[in-house]
């Protein structure tokens, strides 16, 4: 995980197309050698290497590999029950009614928003380097159809925040399944009723040759608040995964670390978790000390880093890792200049924060994206961000504006919260 990476080809191995399984044998040499293949390049790229744990990797696609085929199994017998035409009407249903789940979700928020039969809302959020994440959401009534538009995103960066339209779409998918109403198993039914425009050379759709690994765990966060800024349903939440990585040539750890969750109309913001559409919990105490050259100092809540309102921010945790061995450490994060931001009168969460405390006492602020050299007793400080607060602290009654009253009324009618809510209290 490379903070200063620039380049595709800084980034490990980049593996278009290989068939990793051939007549029923995993292709362990093809693999091998596309995964040690960045090594070739250390003369022209200092500092590009092959995989320093290569068993790990192996492990790790066998792994995959046999899921697959437990998948192909399981089909199969369903098939052999109930037949192949009645497993693909199964799946057409299933798409049909989130189709229908999305596009009665944006009816019934472009009436409650009071939006004309062709109606828009927008958002917008930026960067730590400034680069603009805009977003038009223009909304048929008639049709239950949308279209995202991302015109005026920020052009491609020269760093590693540029991600793939497909980072844009799971965004997109993912904000979807939140705000429908309707208990349905996530799948591309969703997106049937949504055009998306993303223009060609802006950060959400780069060249080839651009870096992207801070695409997917940090720029996918910020998509996701801003699209969700849009529906006007929640806060923003941290916006980062702050990706933490250390080793030397014999071996190499990366974890993720939690933060604040964005408040909502019905609820506070989660303290001390990973949001939105994450998919890594961190290695626990024990183990991590047992493996590895540190020692974990602190790992707390940081009290009062979330956004104050109606409804709090989440706060964002403090983990302190101290190293017993010189090594090279590298941390890749977003909000460290940007706070997330509160919605309709609820204040931002507090910015994050990535210190280097030395054996001697020396302090340094190490910003959002550094690698470092590290030596026997220097400590890294990683204070995550909280998230932002949904509506104003005093009471809506008194003074807040009608507009905003309306929009918050809005979200509040709707999303799987909302539905969940509703059938409790009906039971």
Not at 87 to 99: D, G, L, S, T
Request: glycine letters at 12%.
């Amino acid at each position: 995980m490379p903070p200063n990476s620039k380049l595709l080809v800084e980034e490990g191995a980049a593996v278009v197309s290989f068939k990793l399984v051939r007549n029923g044998h995993f292709q362990e040499a093809g693999i091998t050698e596309l995964l040690m293949a960045p090594g070739r390049l250390a003369d022209q790229l200092p500092g590009c290497s092959g995989t320093r744990n290569l068993s790990d990797n192996l492990s790790d696609l066998k792994a995959q590999v046999a899921a697959n085929t437990k998948g192909i199994q399981l089909v199969q017998e369903l098939i052999a029950e109930h037949s192949l035409e009645v497993v693909q009407a199964y799946m057409k249903y299933i798409q049909a009614n989130a189709e229908d789940a999305v596009r009665e979700m944006l009816r019934d928020f472009s009436k409650s928003r009071g939006l004309p039969e062709v109606g828009t809302v927008t958002a917008e959020d930026q960067l730590d380097d400034g680069s603009p994440i805009r977003l038009t959401i223009t909304i048929d009534r008639s049709e239950g159809s949308a279209t995202f538009d991302f015109t005026g995103t920020g052009p491609e960066v020269y760093g590693n925040l540029n991600a793939p339209p497909a980072v844009a779409y799971s965004a997109i998918i993912y904000s979807l399944r939140c705000l429908v109403t309707r208990d349905i198993p996530l799948n591309q039914g969703c997106l049937a009723p949504i055009k998306v425009v993303i223009p060609e050379q802006c950060l959400l759709n780069p060249s080839p040759i651009a870096a992207v690994v801070g695409g997917n765990v940090l720029t996918s966060q910020r998509v996701t608040d801003v699209v969700l800024k849009a529906f006007g349903a929640a806060a923003a939440s941290q916006g980062c995964m702050n990706n933490l990585t250390f080793g030397d040539s014999n071996m190499g750890y990366y974890e993720t670390i939690a933060g604040g969750a964005g408040a909502g109309p019905t609820w506070h913001g989660r303290s001390g978790v990973h949001t939105h559409m994450t998919n890594t919990r961190i290695t626990d105490p024990e183990i991590l000390e047992r493996r590895y050259p540190v020692v974990l100092r602190q790992f707390s809540l940081r009290k009062g880093s979330g956004g104050a309102g109606k409804h709090n921010g989440g706060d964002g945790v403090i983990r302190e890792v101290e190293f017993l061995r010189p090594m090279t450490a590298g941390i890749l994060s977003e909000r460290r200049s940007v706070a997330p931001f509160g919605l309709f009168g609820g204040q931002p969460g507090e910015k994050g924060q990535n210190l280097l405390i030395r054996s001697d006492g020396r302090v340094v602020n190490l910003g959002g994206k550094a690698t470092v050299q590290l030596q026997a007793g220097d400590v890294i400080r990683i204070c995550t961000p909280g998230a932002g607060g949904y509506g104003a602290q005093e009471d809506a009654a008194n003074g807040t504006d009608s507009r905003k009253r309306s929009a918050e009324r809005a979200a509040l009618q709707v999303g799987s919260v909302h539905e969940y809510r509703r059938l409790q209290e009906s039971a």
